[in-house]
């Protein structure tokens, strides 16, 4: 399975669903547009798209033009019935493919908060069988309308908008349910994690949280990553199929 990663900041690589999907035989291909990696053209060579967080915002067209091709590139992967999986950025991105604005939230949140599986989501094949109020990292200030063809997932009480899915494949967090403990490391030595905990050093706050939640996080992830594998290569051998009818 060929997977496009669209890593959208430096700071934020796949992580644990990164890991999750390459141990289970997926090819990753990564471009970091912030870093001068063209955005891919075409959808053609890839079986699906995971696109990642960062510390720009999902609106912000001026300060990001690679947006003006990105988001025709995912409207494509969704059109070919090929699989999306948008993580906190990503989710807003895929809010804007599907028609939806994103705006700044009435607050940043951050840390790991509880949340809560909608009844869809406890039935939803990703999503089935894992906890149904489950502890996810967050770190954003911004949020979005959730899409009118969308399936609310899960949710919050500091942020209604928690995860979504369209159609069959298109799927979308706005919570960072790929973090690891290195990642975690590294965030809490930006200025901006300062900021987002209220200007007080993150790394005791965050060390305790991940001691609670980080592997109930982990397999989260890893769940997640494999069912969304699996609806890939479905995707993938349906096609096959029908181009051979």
């Known amino acids: 399975m060929n997977i496009l990663v669209v890593q959208n900041y430096p700071g934020s690589p796949p992580g644990q669903l990164g890991d999750s999907l390459t141990a289970r035989g997926a090819a990753l291909h990564v471009v970091q547009p912030l870093s001068g990696d063209p955005v891919p053209a075409d959808h053609a060579p890839f079986d699906a798209a995971l696109i990642l967080g960062g510390a720009q915002s999902a609106a912000d067209d001026a300060g990001n033009p690679y947006y003006a091709d990105l988001l025709p590139l995912l409207r494509g992967f969704h059109e070919a019935g ?119 050093d993150p790394m005791p706050r965050l060390q305790a949280e991940m001691a609670l939640h980080l592997d109930g996080s982990l ?26 009818a």
């Open 82 to 200: 090929k699989p999306l999986l948008g993580i906190c950025l990503g989710s807003q991105l895929l809010a804007r493919v599907f028609g939806k604005k994103v705006y700044r939230h009435s607050h940043v949140e951050f840390g790991f908060h509880p949340l809560a599986m909608t009844e869809a989501g406890r039935a939803d094949p990703l999503l089935a069988g894992l906890p149904a109020m489950p502890h996810a990292m967050e770190f954003h200030e911004d949020t979005f309308d959730l899409p009118d063809e969308a399936v609310l997932l899960m949710t919050g009480e500091g942020c209604r908008h928690q995860a979504y899915r369209v159609g069959e494949t298109a799927y979308a967090f706005q919570c960072h349910i790929e973090v690891t403990r290195p990642m975690l490391e590294r965030w809490a030595a930006e200025p901006g994690s300062f900021t987002a905990n209220g200007g007080a």
């Open 219 to 244: 397999h989260f992830a890893d769940t997640v990553a494999a069912g969304w594998l699996d609806l890939a290569a479905r995707v993938r051998q349906r096609n096959g199929l029908r181009k051979s």
